[in-house]
């Protein structure tokens, strides 16, 4: 396993590198075998290791990892950008379950997530994260953000958006019965989703709503 994670560290943190190499690959391939396909794989899948080799990381290390705590210890703006923003540089202390000490890095493209969605989340400088790692080949990382305290506390504020939304429907209109409804299923759905349960306060106040919305009836 440690092998396969070195080897997904390199696609996914060395891709001017690895364009060369996947490249080379598939054309002695293509030399040997004579199949039109090698060739196809020879275009694509340089620039597909560009754009996919954090995923397959991110899946490969969730799947198969080891749970360890890491921290960030500096954030450094480089002169490339994605999507007009600037790619970020970060240095990484890893504390594997074991107690070792591990010095790591990433940046905004290479950084290993999961889940993997869209968007890059990328905890902030000095906040402590979930990882997982294969032991052996500790510097290759994925951030668990769902279990980590920074994704928690986003998505919270991403669930949080419907319920505002709809309150502010309600108050523009209390006497609008479709609003109310809205208003008290938005609640309910927010507090019956265990995601946002790390915050007792918020789900306590709902709770309070909930019951003098539901007495009004």
Do not use: C
């Not at 997904?8 to 690895?18: E, N, R, V």
């Not at 899946?59 to 360890?68: E, H």
């Not at 999507?83 to 890095?105: F, P, S, W």
């Amino acid at each position: 396993m440690k092998i396969i994670s070195a080897i997904l560290y390199f696609l996914s943190h060395h891709p001017g590198w690895s364009f060369p190499i996947i490249l080379l690959f598939f054309l002695l391939l293509f030399a040997w075998r004579k199949k039109a396909v090698y060739g196809i794989l020879a275009l694509l899948m340089p620039m597909a290791n560009i754009f996919l080799a954090h995923m397959l990381n991110a899946w490969f290390l969730n799947a198969y990892g080891i749970k360890g705590s890491a921290i960030i210890t500096k954030e450094e703006q480089t002169n490339s950008t994605l999507n007009d923003q600037y790619i970020y540089d970060y240095d990484v202390l890893v504390k594997t379950a074991d107690g070792q000490d591990v010095l790591t890095g990433f940046s905004t493209m290479s950084a290993a997530i999961y889940p993997i969605r869209n968007g890059i989340l990328i905890p902030n400088v000095n906040e402590t994260f979930v990882v997982k790692y294969i032991p052996g080949y500790e510097k290759n990382i994925v951030i668990l953000s769902d279990e980590s305290n920074y994704g928690i506390v986003r998505k919270m504020a991403e669930n949080q958006q419907e319920v505002q939304k709809a309150w502010i429907q309600y108050k523009a209109s209390p006497q609008n019965k479709a609003f109310k409804e809205e208003y008290l299923r938005e609640l309910k759905t927010y507090v019956a989703d265990s995601d946002n349960a790390a915050d007792p306060d918020v789900i306590n106040n709902y709770k309070s709503i909930i019951q003098q919305l539901e007495a009004e009836k």
